[in-house]
């Protein structure tokens, strides 16, 4: 795929290979003219892709301002620092990445990380904003082998999060200030 025209995105965790697809995406956009660096924004993922969002998180020098995951996967290794604000939206019956564990691996955090904030929503599993999730599937995961896990889209909990996400990004400066005029 791509890694391979990226340097650094061969090799390693899959967190550090998309950290660095996405580190390399910013240079040439703003190389380009179509990022503006005076206007750094926020990093979004989902689930696995949550992984380059904890590696962009744990680094102030990419030119993003916060970090924002859905439901993240937590297979960094510990001791885990944050230098950027981070949010975490989770549902609290997810049994792909559970809260406990995502919250286990916050607390291990050292003193000196920037702000980690979750907002949970009751009820809602994997998927809670992926409207195709609907009816529920519940299935095995990794297939064949795993756990059984249900994915399912929560309209209120899709809801509660996007309003979370617009306050989160608005205290960071991320929307809502100068640089959303051009």
Same mark, same amino acid.
Request: charged share 20%.
């Given at each position: ?15 550090? #290979? ?5 580190? %390399? @995406? &910013? ?5 380009? +003219?179509? /990022?503006?660096?005076?206007? =750094? ?6 689930s ?26 937590? #297979? ?5 620092? %944050? @230098? &950027? ?5 989770? +549902?609290? /019956?997810?049994?792909?990445? =559970? ?31 992926v ?32 309003s ?15 640089c959303?005029?051009d």
């Amino acid at each position: 795929g791509a890694a391979r025209f990226v340097p650094g995105a061969e090799d390693g965790p899959a967190g550090d #290979r998309m950290a660095a697809i996405v580190a %390399n @995406a &910013l240079t040439i956009g703003r190389a380009a +003219g179509r /990022v503006r660096s005076n206007c =750094p924004g926020a990093v979004i993922g989902w689930s696995l892709g949550a992984e380059g969002a904890w590696t962009l998180a744990a680094s102030d020098h990419i030119g993003v301002r916060a970090a924002v995951m859905y439901y993240p996967t937590v #297979r960094r290794p510990q001791p885990y620092r %944050n @230098a &950027l604000p981070v949010l975490v939206l989770q +549902g609290t /019956v997810d049994n792909v990445t =559970p809260e406990f564990e995502l919250r286990s691996f916050l607390s291990a955090r050292p003193a000196d990380s920037a702000n980690a904030e979750i907002v949970t929503f009751t009820g809602a599993s994997h998927g809670f904003d992926v409207p195709s999730l609907e009816p529920a599937r519940t299935m095995r995961f990794p297939p064949l082998i795993g756990q059984r896990v249900t994915f399912a889209y929560n309209a209120g909990a899709a809801d509660s999060a996007a309003s979370a996400l617009e306050a989160f990004l608005r205290r960071e400066r991320i929307i809502g200030g100068e640089c959303t005029a051009d």
